[in-house]
């Protein structure tokens, strides 16, 4: 199916500048990145703390956080992989000072992007999400553990060492510049799955330098561009930072990184399911 073609701005849109959410908060006419609090939001920072326990079998925990909305670009009819690499350098500012702003609260600051119809994703308008609270989820939380344990017996972060054998093999390495490297990890589980990290070790998103920003930006666009030629068309992807948490002690062991796991297989439109 060809994709669909998009105007430059939606009237109906609840992302696009000066137009109405849930609840009829509008938005600014905003020009660049613009973020707000999710009217959805699933964490709210003022819960109170409450627990269940049903013998061990029904466990649950209320969790204080918050949930926000970031729209990459005015423009409804692009893609971050559209965009222009100033642009996406924008996207990447922003995901830095949420991190940084978030950082002081929350232990965990998730940044996200959900994109494409086939993941779920309910409006084509450029966007990614943040969701922050003081838990790590499971897969961040078993990240720490290993590469912690990793640092104690090897003395290196994980992340680098496994990097060097990617670099030493050059079977999996999709992408690279002075910077960054893109591979598809040994563990990949998605057809297309990327890993896409810092050569240099960097512990968060909030520590990436002036050099790692641009770079960044320039990978950032050729990888988003590969993925949509891929099949030639937008292609669907669920993409997340993963760095080391807040508020923490002994992090060292951490390096920086963003998973990208696209949920397609052979064509547009065939996607894989995991049975
Ligand atoms: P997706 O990226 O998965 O499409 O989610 C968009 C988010 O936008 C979703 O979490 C929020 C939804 O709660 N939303 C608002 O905050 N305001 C609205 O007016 C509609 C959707």
Redesign the pocket.
Same mark, same amino acid.
Request: glycine share 16%; charged share 10%; hydrophobic share 30%.
């Given at each position: 199916l060809p994709d669909e073609i998009l105007p430059a701005y939606d009237p109906t849109c609840?992302?696009c500048a000066g137009n109405a959410? +849930? #609840?009829g908060v509008r938005n600014p006419v905003y020009d660049s990145t613009y973020v %707000?609090t !999710?009217? %959805? +939001?699933a964490m709210l920072p003022g819960i109170a703390s409450t627990r269940l326990d049903e013998g061990g079998l029904m466990r649950a925990e209320a969790e204080r956080g918050t /949930?926000r909305?970031m729209c990459f670009s005015p423009r409804h009819d692009l893609s971050l992989a559209e965009m222009e690499i100033p642009d996406i350098q924008r996207v990447i500012d922003t995901w830095i000072a949420q991190a940084s702003e978030l950082g002081q609260t929350y232990r965990w600051v998730q940044i996200f992007e !959900?994109k494409g119809a086939v993941m #779920? /994703?309910?409006?084509p308008h450029p966007? #990614?999400?943040i969701w922050a609270g003081d838990s790590l989820p499971d897969l961040p939380a078993r990240e720490h553990n290993q590469q912690y344990l990793y640092q104690v017996e090897h003395g290196r972060p994980l992340l680098l060492d496994y990097l060097d054998l990617e670099i030493k093999h050059g079977e999996r390495i999709v992408l690279g510049n002075a910077e960054w490297l893109a591979v598809v990890p040994f563990w990949a589980v998605w057809p297309f799955e990327l890993l896409l990290l810092p050569r240099r070790h960097t512990l968060r998103l909030t520590d990436l330098d002036a050099p790692q920003q641009q770079e960044l930006a320039e990978i950032l666009k050729r990888l988003l561009v590969r993925y949509d030629n891929l099949f030639e068309t937008a292609f669907p992807y669920s993409m997340g930072w993963h760095g080391a948490p807040f508020k923490t002690a002994d992090c060292e062991a951490w390096q920086l990184h963003a998973h990208f796991y696209p949920p397609l297989l052979r064509s547009a439109t065939i996607k894989k399911f995991m049975v």
């Open positions: 609840y992302l959410r +849930a #609840g %707000f !999710n009217d %959805f +939001a /949930c909305v !959900n #779920g /994703c309910s409006n966007h #990614g999400q």
